[in-house]
């Protein structure tokens, strides 16, 4: 949206932005750059892009803390044992592991791996 803005006040600007157009410096009036293709794109086209909605982060937040819930598939660490597997309790030191190992996964999924479902909205 910021880009579209931005391009959108190059259109209304003097005779030096088109001369900067032309020699390659900024985009065309009226288009951006992608920057993974290098190639003009139409404005029309970005705003249609920018409708998706990248659903990714959203969908491995949640999953990460259903099954990462102290007690509920496995307990570190848990009363009697290092780790108990399904006894529905929990303590403040098991939150607190399973708080460092799920924000260990989150970012290994969402900035190493890059997980991402793209909808229409």
């Known amino acids: 949206?910021?880009?579209?803005?931005?391009?959108?006040?190059?259109e209304h600007m003097s005779w030096t932005s088109e001369l900067l157009c032309i020699c390659?410096?900024?985009?065309?009036?009226?288009?951006?750059?992608d920057p993974y293709k290098a190639q003009p794109v139409s404005i029309q086209k970005a705003e249609e892009s920018e409708?998706?909605?990248?659903?990714?982060?959203?969908?491995?937040?949640?999953?990460?803390?259903?099954?990462?819930?102290?007690?509920?598939?496995?307990?570190?660490?848990?009363k009697?044992?290092?780790?108990?597997?399904g006894n529905f309790h929990t303590?403040?030191?098991?939150?607190?592991?399973h708080t460092i190992i799920y924000f260990a996964l989150i970012?290994?999924?969402l900035l190493v791996v890059g997980v991402h479902m793209y909808t229409d909205s």
């Open 1 to 10: 949206m910021a880009l579209t803005f931005l391009v959108r006040i190059c």
């Open 24 to 33: 390659g410096k900024f985009p065309a009036p009226g288009y951006l750059v």
């Open 51 to 78: 409708k998706m909605a990248d659903w990714g982060p959203v969908f491995v937040a949640v999953v990460l803390f259903v099954l990462l819930m102290p007690g509920l598939l496995v307990q570190i660490p848990g």
């Open 80 to 85: 009697h044992r290092i780790i108990e597997f």
């Open 91 to 97: 303590s403040g030191a098991s939150i607190l592991v």
């Open 107 to 109: 970012c290994v999924f």
